[in-house]
């Protein structure tokens, strides 16, 4: 596989549930970023993994929580989340974090709360 | 505060006929400009980046340009293939983070 890869494609989940969504990225790149893309938005950023560490979190409350294991992997674990949670999610990545560098990103995971 | 407007924000044009979407942003000491296109259903593809005013960059029926305070996106005989969502962004002033658009939504009939 090549790119930036994010599964699932499509969630649901209730308010109650907890879920995870991943992110891989096959461009041996070492900054990894997390966005929320809503409708009439600009995308968000969130969270932002440089070699492994966190660097940036943008105020992103605490009911989405980020893990990044490796350079390649990148989670974002979702619990008792609300409505207004809706959105599509986008992975990123690019060399080494420098803001400088172009973000290459997957195809998102679009996110439905009940 | 650091910001960038797109406009238009939607577009509709016939095939063949060229136009500009436009980008300005308000970040001081600019490092980069990124165009990016995005489709329904798909997460943004990149396009190009210009770091300094006077450079232009290609990409078959896409031309960007940049100036001091703001880029273009020219397209020239578009095609129905070259509608979607275009998105530009510029790193914040701190470095940190960038900074999108809200896009322009491009739609070219045959």
């Not at chain 1, 893990?67 to 959105?87: I, K, R, Y």
């Not at chain 2, 990124?34 to 190009?48: H, S, T, V």
């Not at chain 2, 962004?89 to 322009?104: C, D, E, M, N, R």
Request: proline share 6%.
């Amino acid at each position: 596989e090549t790119g930036v890869t994010q599964t699932p494609r499509h969630l649901v989940m209730g308010m109650t549930n907890k879920k995870s969504l991943k992110c891989e990225q096959h461009l041996g790149h070492n900054a990894m970023y997390w966005y929320k893309q809503s409708a009439k938005k600009p995308l968000e950023l969130m969270f932002v993994y440089n070699f492994k560490e966190q660097t940036e979190n943008n105020s992103v409350p605490s009911r989405f929580s980020p893990e990044c294991p490796n350079s390649s992997h990148l989670f974002l674990h979702l619990h008792t989340l609300q409505p207004e949670d809706s959105a599509l999610y986008l992975c990123a990545s690019s060399q080494d974090g420098q803001t400088n560098q172009p973000q290459h990103f997957g195809d998102g995971t679009r996110l439905s709360i009940l | 505060e650091d910001q960038v407007t797109q406009s238009p924000e939607a577009l509709r044009l016939q095939e063949g006929e060229s136009s500009s979407l436009n980008c300005s942003y308000t970040v001081s000491g600019l490092r980069g400009l990124f165009w990016y296109r995005q489709d329904p259903g798909k997460g943004p593809e990149f396009l190009f980046t210009l770091y300094s005013a006077g450079e232009e960059k290609e990409k078959e029926r896409l031309k960007a340009t940049l100036t001091k305070k703001e880029s273009f996106l020219h397209i020239t005989a578009p095609k129905p293939e070259d509608s979607a969502t275009y998105l530009c962004a510029v790193p914040s002033q701190a470095g940190t983070a960038l900074i999108f658009g809200k896009g322009t939504t491009l739609s070219v009939s045959s």
